[in-house]
């Protein structure tokens, strides 16, 4: 199989603002990957979603 078949699931990144976390530690760099549908189904059973406006899911 060649690289033109491979999707690609993470994606490197590069803050153009620094994130500084609660320690003070600055953070620029990261790794995104794609949502699967367990992401997705896991989101939309949380108590905590639910009761979220800007993460509901209307069906």
């Known amino acids: ?11 490197n990144f590069i803050l153009p603002k620094s994130l ?7 953070h620029r760099q990261g ?3 794609l949502a699967t549908a367990r992401n997705e189904i896991c989101v939309q059973q949380d108590h905590v979603s639910k ?6 899911v209307e069906s």
Not at 1 to 11: D, G, I, K, P, S
Not at 20 to 26: A, E, N
């Open 1 to 11: 199989m060649n690289n033109q078949n491979v999707l690609q699931t993470e994606f």
């Open 20 to 26: 500084i976390d609660t320690s003070g530690k600055v």
């Open 31 to 33: 790794v995104m990957r």
């Open 51 to 56: 009761k979220t406006s800007l993460w509901r």
